[in-house]
Structure formats: C-alpha cells, structure tokens
C-alpha cells in the first residue's frame, strides 16, 4: 500500500498543474497575460491553497512556460507529419515557409479546441518574447525550434539585409499566431471558410516573405 502513494500524489499533482494550465490559458486568451491576478488563476483552477500556484510553476513566467510546453510536443508532432508527407518543392521557399508554419496549427486547433486559447496566448507572446525576432527580450521563455523551418525562412528572406529580414520575421510570427487564431475562432465550425481563410493568411505572408527591400 505505501508503494501507491507517490503515484497517488504525482497523479494529483499533474492534474492539479493541468486545472491551473486550461484555467490560466483560457483567462490569458480571452482577456492578456498581464491583465489575469494569479489569485483569479488560482480561483478560476477551483484551489483554495493560494501558495498551490507558487509550488507548481514557481510564478507567472513559469506557468506561461508551462502552457507552452503543454501544447508544444502535439504541435510539433504535427508539423514533422506535414514536413514528411508535403513535396515543399512545389512552391517558392516563402510559400512553403508560410504553408509550415500555418497549416500544423490549423490542424491543432481543428482537433484540439482548447488549442485556440494556446494560440492566442502565443500572439501575445512569439513576436515579442523571442530571441530570433526581437534580440533585446529578455523573457526567459523558450520556444520550440524547427530547424527545417528557420532554413526555408533564411532562403526566403535571402534578398533582404539581416536587420530587414528581421523585421520581416517579426511581422511574420505575428501574422501566423494572430491570423490563425482570429480565423479559427471566427469560422470554428465552418469548415471550408476556416479552411479558405486559413489559405488568405499563408498567402499574406507569403508575400511578406518574397517583398522587395526597403531599407
């Protein structure tokens, strides 16, 4: 009988963690991440404890950590589906790039509805917060890196000076996470204008990627 204890506990505690993620992601989603007390968070996750958040991710920058972890491995399982089984040569580096980075996560939030709010939280976040496309963040946060990606994204920005490719990026990763979000929850059960939508944000940034200079 001792033996099952720690399980026990280890089962209580992820599904403690996991309350605290859907409640956190959904109250980050709908409103910002700096508009959410980590007290509404913990109400909201139905925890009377109000250290129980503290334990669990340690602060705020550690559950927003942990909400981006909770989706990433799916996603990327997802976009290494669409790199195997995609002829990426059928288009010009910039489509493709647009293509990857779009299509794995319109397939996410299709199959996973909670997606939308991990999405969302995202917007607020990638662009920002990311290393790649602003040099000065110091967030701390990690995100999930594609090689195969970044490599279509350099060729696609190859006729662009490295601060403009930069910006170019930046505006991309905003595009992608804000678009694809507005487009699923806008056209969640509609399947072919979520669909024809979803082809309208790769081909904005797909042009994006291919415009000339303008430094």
Known sequence: MAATAPNKHATRSAQTRERFIRA???????????GVSLNEITVAAG?????ALQYHFGNRKGLIQ???DHHADEVARLRDQYLATTDLNAWTAAEA???VLVVP???????????VYYVRVLSQLAAISNPQTNPDSKSGLSFRQVPRLETLMETALAHLSPAEARRRLFLVVTINFHGVADVCRAFDSKVRQRNAMLEQVICAISALLEAPARD
């Open 105 to 115: 996560l319109g397939e996410y939030i299709r199959d996973n509805p909670e997606g």
């Open 97 to 99: 790039a647009a293509r």
């Open 24 to 34: 956190a992601q959904k109250l980050f989603a709908e409103r910002s991440l700096d």
């Open 47 to 51: 925890q009377k404890n109000r250290n």
């Open 66 to 68: 942990a909400i981006l």
